[in-house]
């Protein structure tokens, strides 16, 4: 962890309270971060959250910037929902994830359905990726330019980009987006590769594989949506960060972070599991100085994809539907002020603030004295399941997870009994 003498120096103010992303940079992290979707700023009590920039550093268009809104004919471009997005964040000061730039869903099927040749092709992604990227050229802190490449038993997915071109799209991609705007981080963009697995594996063989043909790869996003009771252990998911770094990227960050409830209501316990899991997460990543910080996919359940996407299922993010926070909001503000404090302390005899000080004004008093939530339950123990963004819709096999059991594909998405 890097220290900061700005953050430690708003934080040991005291009367400040500390938020997630103020207590994030504290901790040494560039951001604590959330998704938000347009039609969500028109509810007044949950965009003054949203701005609260103490909160909130850095926000991901949910949608506006995918290639249905972006370019929904061939060289039609179309900017209004993610230019709302953007605009809003630099009023506030925020920074920017931008998503997405290839993605074989939520693709208009003048792309998906043509008939191309791999020239036509390598055309269209670049002509694409040159002008979404220079529209926002300098507004992104980083890209998401490929994402979901690879499906969940750990090979290639079969896309119109995949089937015309293999796996040459993704360094197409790259090297278009790279030249369109030199100074935003570039990232691969997946799920389920945040723990130990053939789709981990591949994902470094896509970085890799963009290294070799000479385009340039700065992140990997591991969306990371999760399954209360499922995450896998700290250590694989530390281990997994590092890996990435070691494969030559030059950071990591979870992207697209929430940890759902795969039946409803959420019992008491439950809500002490997802404050657990997201602990788990947020240490993860505490543990990597590469991963510079966490982005939530929203932070409201009311706001969530998951009901839609998987019936029955939710109550997934840190605000409850109310915008009240949960157990899973004190577990990860906890860890950070922990960590925060912990950075501070350690190098309080290089500043003048006394570490005392800082310690006592970073850590809000109901955190303080909540215990981070026991582990006796922790998950997967045997052969369970983690079922990840894949593990509800689709889903035709047993209730109960048996290892190796064959994928079921239905709406984007596969099922997999891990
Ligand atoms: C949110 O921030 C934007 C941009 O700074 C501002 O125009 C808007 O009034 C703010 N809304 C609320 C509810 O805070
Ligand atoms: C949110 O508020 C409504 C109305 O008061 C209530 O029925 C509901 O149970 C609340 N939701 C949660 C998660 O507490």
Not at 111 to 116: M, P
Not at 133 to 144: A, F, I, L, P, T
Not at 208 to 216: L, S
Not at 350 to 379: D, G
Request: net charge negative.
């Amino acid at each position: 962890m890097r220290f900061s003498a700005a953050a430690a120096a708003v934080l040991a103010i005291p009367g400040v309270s500390a938020n997630l992303h103020q207590l994030a940079v504290g901790a040494g992290k560039k951001f604590f971060g959330s998704a938000t979707d347009n039609g969500e700023l028109s509810d007044a009590a949950y965009l003054a959250i949203l701005n609260d920039t103490k909160e909130f550093g850095q926000i991901t268009p949910g949608n506006g910037q995918k290639w249905q809104f972006t370019e929904p004919s061939q060289g039609s471009f179309s900017y209004t929902a993610g230019d709302q997005i953007v605009n809003l964040a630099k009023a506030n000061g925020q920074l920017v994830r931008c998503h997405t730039l290839v993605w074989h869903s939520q693709l208009p099927s003048w792309v998906s359905s043509g008939s191309w040749t791999k020239d036509q092709l390598t055309s269209i992604i670049q002509t694409h990726i040159a002008n979404e990227v220079g529209h926002y050229k300098g507004q992104c802190y980083s890209w998401d330019v490929v994402n979901e490449a690879i499906d969940d038993s750990g090979v290639y997915r079969t896309s119109v980009f995949y089937n015309v071109l293999g796996t040459d799209f993704i360094p197409i991609a790259f090297k278009a987006a790279a030249a369109a705007d030199p100074a935003a981080k570039l990232y691969y963009n997946d799920y389920n590769i945040e723990y130990s697995g053939a789709k981990h594996t591949r994902a470094l063989e896509v970085v890799d594989i963009v290294q070799k043909a000479g385009a340039r790869i700065d992140g990997v996003g591991l969306q990371a949506h999760f399954i209360v009771g499922s995450v896998a252990s700290q250590s694989d998911l530390t281990n997994v960060l590092q890996s990435y770094i070691d494969a030559g990227v030059s950071e990591v960050s979870y992207t697209e972070l929430d940890i759902r409830f795969s039946s409803l209501p959420a019992s008491a316990s439950g809500l002490q599991q997802q404050a657990t899991d997201y602990s788990t997460v947020t240490k993860a990543c505490l543990a990597v100085a590469e991963c510079i910080g966490i982005t939530i996919w929203d932070f409201t359940d009311k706001y969530s994809w998951i009901p839609s996407t998987f019936p029955g299922q939710g109550a997934a993010l840190l605000y409850d539907e109310n915008f009240s926070k949960k157990p899973a909001w004190t577990a990860v503000s906890s860890v950070l002020a922990a960590a925060a404090t912990g950075v501070a302390t350690a190098t309080a005899t290089t500043i003048a603030t006394p570490s005392t000080t800082l310690a006592t004004s970073v850590v809000p008093t109901s955190t303080k004295t909540t215990a981070a939530p026991a582990t006796s339950t922790t998950a997967s123990s045997s052969a369970a399941a983690r079922w990840a963004q894949c593990g509800g819709k689709g889903w035709t096999g047993p209730t109960t997870c048996v290892s190796g059991s064959t994928c079921t594909y239905q709406n984007d998405y596969y099922s997999q009994c891990l």
